[in-house]
């Protein structure tokens, strides 16, 4: 992996066509919420395939918490699509036969040359692809599983809610004065409405 993606590190705004063929930037697809992203081997490799599998089982509990996922891929489109099919996962996945991820990172498999795969990665981002954690996947058990995410969730959205702590000073008063930019939640939901969003309860 290239020497400066590496906690506290920015990870490059990648555009790649999604499983659908639409162009996406890794930026959009993150928004403001953490992002976990795989870098693949791709559908043809078991190891892969199961761990999108345990991933695919964490993908509700992801959602709930304001996570984005995504999975990069140097296979082609069709076999996005099958793979995103057969691990049932819900999330983008992004095709780059051209190898643009593993050449510019420096993740090139050599040990595999007749498939030309990246070395798989998962790395948990905070907001504007900043680097939280990598994880080196090469081997099957150096790959996170829910409860290596979960934690590594729980560390970045402790940092970077204002709102994670409702006790927290200033926070009452924000609410109050009807300022709902401190709370995640109900800040989405005020630019989604087009006003500030006034209600009892929290949802996701």
Same mark, same amino acid.
């Given at each position: 992996?290239?020497?400066?993606?590496?906690?506290?590190?920015?990870? *490059?705004?990648?555009?790649? *066509?999604?499983?659908?063929?639409? +162009?996406?930037?890794?930026?959009?697809?993150?928004?403001?919420?953490?992002?976990? !992203?795989?870098?693949?081997? /791709?559908?043809?490799?078991?190891?892969?395939?199961?761990?999108?599998?345990?991933?695919?089982? $964490?993908?509700?509990? +992801?959602? +709930? /918490?304001?996570?984005?996922?995504?999975?990069? %891929?140097?296979?082609?489109?069709?076999? +996005?699509?099958? $793979?995103?099919?057969? &691990?049932? &996962?819900?999330?983008? $996945?992004? %095709?780059?036969?051209?190898?643009?991820?593993?050449?510019?990172?420096?993740?090139?498999? =050599?040990?595999?040359?007749?498939?030309?795969?990246?070395?798989?990665?998962?790395?948990? !981002?905070?907001?504007?692809?900043?680097?939280?954690?990598?994880?080196?996947?090469?081997? =099957?058990? /150096?790959?996170?599983?829910?409860?290596?995410?979960?934690?590594?969730?729980?560390?970045?959205?402790?940092?970077?809610?204002?709102?994670?702590? !409702?006790?927290?000073?200033?926070?009452?008063?924000?609410?109050? &004065?009807?300022?709902r930019s401190p709370f995640h939640k109900w800040a989405r939901r005020s630019?989604?409405?087009?006003?500030? =969003?006034?209600?009892?309860? &929290? /949802? %996701?």
């Amino acid at each position: 992996m290239r020497c400066d993606i590496t906690p506290g590190g920015i990870l *490059p705004n990648y555009a790649l *066509p999604d499983h659908a063929g639409t +162009v996406r930037t890794l930026s959009e697809l993150q928004g403001r919420d953490p992002l976990i !992203l795989m870098l693949s081997r /791709g559908l043809y490799c078991p190891e892969e395939y199961q761990h999108h599998l345990e991933l695919a089982g $964490f993908q509700a509990k +992801v959602a +709930v /918490g304001h996570v984005q996922m995504v999975t990069i %891929s140097t296979d082609d489109r069709p076999l +996005v699509r099958d $793979f995103r099919a057969a &691990a049932g &996962a819900r999330w983008t $996945f992004l %095709s780059d036969p051209g190898r643009t991820v593993q050449k510019d990172l420096g993740i090139r498999d =050599f040990t595999d040359p007749d498939n030309d795969p990246m070395i798989p990665h998962t790395l948990v !981002l905070k907001p504007d692809l900043v680097v939280h954690t990598v994880y080196n996947g090469y081997w =099957f058990w /150096g790959r996170p599983t829910a409860d290596d995410l979960w934690l590594d969730l729980r560390a970045v959205t402790r940092e970077i809610r204002p709102d994670w702590d !409702l006790g927290t000073s200033g926070l009452w008063e924000a609410w109050t &004065a009807g300022d709902r930019s401190p709370f995640h939640k109900w800040a989405r939901r005020s630019t989604a409405n087009g006003s500030a =969003f006034r209600g009892a309860g &929290a /949802g %996701s």
